[in-house]
């Protein structure tokens, strides 16, 4: 009798054992990797050291000048926890996620006619080995529509063939003197299994093409950026994206945001203001990321923008592919799981 059971045992064991460890992108796994840990933590230990410098060299009171400069009022909203200067350690590598497109265009606006609350988005970027402000970093981001669709992408959460030509909540800004530039946007949809995020990616050392697009350079940190919970539960409960039925994922249930807060020592949520009584007024959000300038890291794509329209990356799962160690891993798993059943 169980000589008769013992291939089923074998299959639904198996089963489980697949269903755990996939063969496929995982953004939640590959931020974990100890390697891209420890790389997190030098960093935040090299930015770490220069919080004096900042304050003696005057960098951030400029920082504090120029987003109320932005909002045009006094220094007080900057008093206040709402917009305090959070220093941002952007994890590499890890998070680029499935949904990046290459050769976006350098524009602050971004916005593309989509419906959604205002977003006005204030970066400030600081070079952790000299503790200086990083001028003339392009900083790209990139997030879903209030419908929780990626522009430029296809087959992701219902988007249509034609997305794949558009440039919707994309872009690229570059740094000033003091490491600051803006963007234009709306607060960012939701759709299963991810908290409401932006991605960011940082570009160094590049250079502008004639249509207004980069080539070249290095990618030195990748990230993504959250918002505190009560922000958006304020903001899914308006329109256009109460419209949007995907289930919720709160920050405290997303893998990748307890990952980074739970030793501490990376903080991803925007600081924020509302610019006015009611949220479709817009916010006003701003960040400061402390990277190494020095790294350098790959940044797989799901997409490309060229002059004749957007392309699509297909192969591009294979930059997720696991590696020889993580097969070897699963199989000495898998035979262990044999063995004992053989022993039962």
């Known amino acids: 009798m169980l000589a008769s059971l013992l291939p089923l ?12 460890h996939p063969f496929e992108h995982d953004e939640i796994d590959r931020f974990q990797d100890s390697i891209v840990k420890k790389i997190t933590n030098n960093t935040n230990l090299k930015l770490s050291r220069c919080s004096d410098h900042l304050k003696k060299r005057g960098i951030q009171a400029r920082a504090e000048l120029r987003r109320a400069a932005l909002l045009n009022a006094d220094l007080d909203p900057f008093a206040s926890s709402a917009l305090e200067e959070r220093s941002c350690v952007l994890t590499p590598e890890a998070t680029i996620g499935p949904f990046w497109v290459r050769g976006e ?9 989509e419906a959604g609350i205002p977003l006005f988005l204030d970066g400030h970027f600081i070079n952790v080995n000299t503790c200086e402000p990083i001028e003339d970093l392009y900083w790209e981001i990139w997030s879903c529509n209030s419908a929780g669709q990626y522009s430029g992408v296809q087959e992701h959460h219902g988007s249509p063939l034609s997305n794949l030509n ?24 939701h759709y299963d299994g991810r908290a409401t995020h932006i991605h960011v990616l940082a570009h160094v050392g590049a250079t502008v ?30 329109e256009p994206y109460r419209m949007n039925k995907a289930h919720i994922t709160l920050n405290s249930d997303d893998g990748i945001f307890t990952s980074a807060t739970g030793g ?38 799901a997409a490309e923008l060229t002059d004749h329209g957007g392309v699509s990356h297909r192969n591009g ?23 004992v059943l053989f022993l039962w």
Request: hydrophobic letters at 45%; aromatic letters at 16%; one cysteine or more.
């Open 9 to 20: 045992l074998i299959a639904t064991w198996l089963v489980g054992f697949c269903a755990a």
């Open 105 to 113: 265009f350098i524009r602050s606006n971004i916005t593309d006619g």
């Open 166 to 189: 558009t440039t919707f909540l994309r872009g690229l800004q570059k740094t000033d003197k003091d490491g600051s530039t803006q963007f234009k946007t709306i607060f960012p949809g």
């Open 209 to 238: 093409l004639p249509n207004n697009t980069l080539t070249g350079g290095h990618v030195p940190h990748i990230s993504q950026l959250f918002f505190e919970q009560d922000l958006i539960t304020a903001v899914e409960a308006t």
């Open 264 to 301: 501490g020592k990376y903080d991803p949520i925007l600081s924020y203001t509302m610019l006015g009584d009611k949220l479709s007024d817009g916010i006003f959000a701003s960040v400061a990321m402390g990277i190494d300038v020095l790294a350098s890291y790959r940044a797989p794509y």
């Open 317 to 339: 799962w294979l930059e997720f592919l696991p590696s020889y160690e993580q097969i070897f891993t699963w199989f000495q798993d898998v035979m262990y799981r044999i063995w």
